[in-house]
């Protein structure tokens, strides 16, 4: 955090948003203790950088989970039924569309366009995309990513040892 501030001069509000999104690159977020702390450096009220982490959909103020599917909400994937994937997705997962689950393998979206109209509906987990995407995919797409975070973790275990 201290180096993240100190490319910025002390007292300086212009650069909010940019002091904003390095933490955010940084961390992933932005922890509740950093935005104090960022308040405090460029000398404003708390409740103002509050205010611009909440007003911009660029911030972030939970973590996000492992995984980040994003379900496309688009013109043309609603006119093929993505409301009934993103349902599909929150009953799958247990949690609604902006939420991460508990154990932080994932996180739903919605977005207003993926930009990928030709393979309606569309969903998008990570960086793989998953077109013409059905209710009956969900749950084998799930389990991918689940088994996935599942090695991970046992090759984090295996190296703690």
């Known amino acids: 955090m201290e180096k993240i501030l100190e490319d910025y001069p002390r007292n300086e509000r212009s650069n909010l948003i940019p002091i904003l999104q390095d933490i ?50 688009g013109t ?13 997705l929150e009953t799958e997962l247990n949690i609604k569309a902006g939420q991460t689950t508990r154990d932080k393998v994932f996180t739903l979206e919605t977005v207003a366009c993926i930009g990928a109209c030709s393979i309606a509906p569309v969903i998008n987990i990570n960086e793989e995309y998953f077109g013409r995407v059905t209710i009956k995919e969900i749950p084998k797409i799930i389990k991918k990513y689940k088994n996935m975070a599942k090695l991970d973790e046992e090759k984090l275990a295996e190296s703690a040892v």
């Open 24 to 73: 955010q690159q940084e961390y992933g977020y932005l922890p509740e203790n950093i935005l104090a702390e960022v308040a405090e450096y460029i000398n404003i009220p708390f409740a103002s950088v509050y205010g611009v982490a909440t007003f911009y959909n660029q911030f972030r103020l939970k973590p996000l989970g492992k995984n980040v599917i994003r379900v496309c909400r």
């Open 76 to 88: 043309a994937c609603h006119v093929k039924n993505s409301a009934n994937i993103l349902i599909a």
